[in-house]
């Protein structure tokens, strides 16, 4: 066997979002302790009180873009580490913060802080990690899956790429022998979701609302006609598309929808 | 060969004195469906159900399964065929005919062209209960494809023949040994129980539609390569793999090796894949052989129609209709190929007599 090699060292930075990615580290219990086995976090300021400047083998990135200061923050990151990867969908896709995208910001800062704002570090559009920085690898979810979590360190650790899979949460209920909620006439998005949560909503009954944003090569235009067969409007079907991933909209495949 | 008689009211205590010996898997309800799972309350075992959501192909080819463990301390690597035959032995209770040709159709894969040890040891531990379906379900289209009788890959067979019994054919040594521990559920079939099953059998013909024809479909499929229905359907497919994850004769699988935590295990994984994924012809390079989405689908059919008369002499479709009831985008392969077959291979009129 070859000899064991340093741990790897890992950041841990939370940006714009409600810290429940980072939350879902600590909430570990059953692996915490083989995780710090095999890495060592030098930094995470949610959890510890000395921490690293850097620099980093794997920075793992939670929360969405939203002030100027996050982007300088961002890329100082993104230089001080070999790999960086956003766990969770503001980090991956703009996430629920990113909803503010689709509104107007100047009316919205007027109605919270009234006529002086000019303090405020906000740009008009929140954006992903991935619009500012090159991104290694992604774990989306809202928030970010635990057992995918721990599968992506595994790989990391020996030195391997984190296998993300490439179909939709379809897949995984299948796999659990759901009866299909679109069949039922409900919404879902399972066919243009990206698996890796083991389908937890269907499996419970609920429609997935895409909150691990889409799958590769998705299918977007059959996903509205079958949502608007079964009576859904398109201003509510956009608004399903964009509720987790409103960076989509930015998507080619995206803009060639008519709503 | 002696056939035998059954009451239907006697079943669930029939599973009962199989559970001794065997694990029984049954047709059970689930939300608006049913499943074959573990038959933990024998009175909700429905053999009067439609279809299932997955085939029993799940208790042949698990959707998940360890092939081997390697411990990285000890060095050591082994494998989990051992694990399989010392499992309980299992009874499929009430497999409809498409489904036992499902499984027949994996054994030309797994015990013919290839040799599979996992699968061998699963057939190996599991005893078919067939059940004769005198009706047709929803989507199926079994008979179009050949597919609604056995003639093989039964343990047991049961067809209705009253409101109160089953007729019992006995297919194998296996068979028998149910009769043997559960001797007191069977009666020997009379003359007349012999009458009610070939009446039955008139029933079940009078009831199963012929829904198309395939005739020549490798020839139909050869001459469609560009016909236009392949952008239709490529349109409306969003290759989520549900098609192909309840087929009984999809086979495909992906092997991944996964580290334990602690970095002193490992195990050898494969998992149910299928051709409508895009990683699923992708290669060393990045070069995908199907890189399109709709190819994919596509592909799916020449796989099914034209691919497998090659490989497996007969197509892999038994006609169980699961495909139809599980796409969310409402294709139906049983009207892709009535399409198909109506534009290129219009069935020839039967001319005269002989
Ligand atoms: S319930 Fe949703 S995720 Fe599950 S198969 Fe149907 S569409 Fe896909
Ligand atoms: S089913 Fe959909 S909404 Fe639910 S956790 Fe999975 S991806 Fe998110
Ligand atoms: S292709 Fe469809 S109808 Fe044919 S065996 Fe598979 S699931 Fe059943
Ligand atoms: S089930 Fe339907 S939508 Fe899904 S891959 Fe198959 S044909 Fe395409």
Known sequence: MAKAKAKPKVGIFGFTGCAGCQLNILNLEDHIVDLIGLIDITTWVMAKAENSPGPWDIALVEGSIAKKSEIE???????????????????????????????????????????????????????PVSHYVQVDAALPGCPMDKNEFVRAVKALAVGKTPQIPNFAVCYECRIRENACLLKEGKFCMGPVTQAGCDALCPSNGAVCEGCRGPVAQVNWGAEYKILQELGATPEEIKRRFLKYCPSTADMEEFQELVF | MQTYTIRKDEIPKLVEALKEEYEVFGPMPKRTSYVFAPVTDPTKMNLDYDSTIMSPKKYYLPSSQTLM?????NATIEDTVKDILDQKPKILFGVHSCDINGINFLNRVFDGKYDDP???????????????????????FCRAVNKNFVLDGYDLFLTEISDTHYYVHVGSPRGDRILTIAHEFFKEAKEEDGAAFTAALHKKHENLPVALHIDNIHETLDLAWDDAIWDELGEKCMNCGSCALVCPTCYCFDVQDEVDLSIS??????????????????????HNFR???????????????????????????????????ACPAGISIKDVLFRLQEYWAASPTPQGGL
């Open chain 2, 69 to 73: 463990e390697v411990s990285l301390k």
């Open chain 2, 118 to 140: 996992y699968f061998q040891a699963y057939k190996e531990i599991t005893t078919v209960i067939g059940l004769n379906c005198l009706e047709p379900c929803k989507y199926g």
């Open chain 2, 265 to 286: 295990k490992a195990e050898r994984v494969r998992k149910w894949d299928t051709c409508l994924f895009y990683d699923f012809a992708l290669v060393a390079g990045n």
């Open chain 2, 291 to 325: 890189e399109d989405p709709p190819a994919r689908l596509k592909y799916r059919f020449y796989h099914k129609f034209r691919g497998a008369i090659h490989d497996q002499g007969e197509i892999a479709c038994t006609g169980c209709g699961r495909c139809i009831d």
């Open chain 1, 73 to 127: 923050r961002i890329k100082k990151i993104r230089e001080n580490s070999k790999i960086l990867i956003t766990i969770g969908s503001c980090a991956t896709h703009g996430g629920l913060p990113a909803m503010r995208n689709l509104r107007d910001t100047s009316a919205m800062k007027k109605t919270v802080y009234g006529d002086t704002t000019d303090h405020l570090d906000i740009m008009d559009k929140i954006m």
